[in-house]
């Protein structure tokens, strides 16, 4: 059975409810969110270096959009592992078309990894330990590994996975079969299904070896992966698109979860500032902020020569990037993806988004 670990970032997110920041030449895992001097996509590639043994075994999959970005953040990845999507159709084709050229290369015992490029974790060797965990069960089991985040509150913005029976451990970890994935649920369901605790925030991330996965693509996404076989990238354009969730997690029945408890955040909108920065202040404030009587505000200012000047303002984001002003209040961030819908009809629009 093959040792090599694979993994793959996926890179190919436009971070639009991040917007003005996040453009489409400069998407939110380029940007530098948690006050260190890193991308998004540059921590992620930081953390799975050690598990991948360097560079040559590290890929990213990314839209020709932003794939010269990616060359400038990480000019170490060798080009042959950079595979470039002539358009976005979510995670689905990205999966499979990935899976098949590390297939190809390296041999279907392969164990591969897949990790959206914009996430924030706090514990870089819990994190390890975990994928090392899930490797090792993917080495030996006929398994789909996926990660799941043990809740700390109620989320109505997160998938949730029900875990089922306990498989064993690994590492000391345990490992569950998989009993349902759930989208996105109201307030009431997502705090019944931490009352039960056996429920796990969705993480998006995945473990398995390539022909596992691949057989499983074949039962049930063959619509996407023969004509990747076929065609490669050429056949993006008739492709499906559809996530991975969706095509193949919720029908598979080789799902298993391995709950984890480090500190871990999708950095969705605006909002995740607030939980990575705020400590004991009255509001997160990058960037100059004058405020009188402001409170429970994120405020974000990118140019040193220009200031933010607030009065009398509670639970708003305010975001000054370039030629774009952001003002919304905090519980409707998840709206800035229908506002630049609206905003591609305005006059000159390109130079906004």
């Known amino acids: 059975m093959s040792k090599t670990f694979v993994p793959v970032i996926l890179a190919g997110g436009k971070g639009e409810r991040f917007w ?4 489409r030449q400069c998407p939110k895992q380029f940007l ?26 590290l890929w990213v999959i990314t839209s020709a959009l932003v794939a010269d970005g990616v060359r400038e953040q990480l000019p170490a990845l060798p ?17 499979a078309w990935a899976s098949l050229e590390i297939a190809h290369r390296y041999g279907e015992d392969t164990i591969i990894g897949f990790f959206p490029a914009d996430h924030w974790i706090g514990d870089s060797q819990g994190f390890v330990n975990t994928i090392n965990a899930a490797a090792e069960f993917a080495r030996e089991n006929q398994a789909i590994v996926t990660l799941g ?27 569950y079969k998989v009993t349902r994935f759930t989208e996105k649920p109201d307030r009431q369901t997502a705090e019944t299904f931490m009352q039960t605790g056996k429920y796990s925030w969705n993480s998006g991330m995945f473990v398995f070896r390539a022909g596992v996965v691949l057989t499983e693509l074949d039962k049930y996404a063959a619509d996407i992966l023969n004509p990747l076989k076929d065609k490669g990238k050429d056949a993006y354009a008739a492709l499906e698109k559809i996530s991975i969730d969706y095509a193949l997690m919720e029908k598979t029945q080789l799902a298993s979860i391995i709950p984890t408890d480090f500190d871990w955040d999708d950095l969705g909108d605006w909002n995740a500032l607030e939980r990575l920065l705020k400590n004991d202040r ?8 004058l405020g009188k009587d402001t409170k429970d505000s994120i405020i974000y200012a990118s140019d040193d020569n220009e200031i933010i000047v607030t009065i009398g303002l509670e639970d708003v984001v305010i975001v000054r990037d370039g ?31």
């Open 20 to 23: 003005p920041l996040s453009r």
């Open 32 to 57: 530098c969110l948690d006050g260190s001097d890193k991308s998004l996509l540059q921590a992620t590639a930081e953390r799975l270096l050690p598990l991948a043994g360097g560079y040559p075994n």
């Open 79 to 95: 080009e042959a592992n950079l595979l470039v999507e002539p358009e976005g159709k979510d995670t689905a084709p990205a999966v």
């Open 149 to 175: 985040i043990t809740p700390t509150y109620p989320s109505t913005g997160y998938g949730y996975i029900e875990q089922g029976d306990r498989q064993g451990s690994v590492s000391q970890l345990p490992v």
């Open 282 to 289: 009255d509001n997160v404030t990058i960037g100059n902020h």
């Open 323 to 353: 030629n774009a002003t952001l003002v919304v209040n905090k519980n409707r961030t998840q709206e800035i993806k229908k506002v630049l819908k609206l905003l591609q009809d305005y006059p000159n629009s390109e130079q906004f988004l």
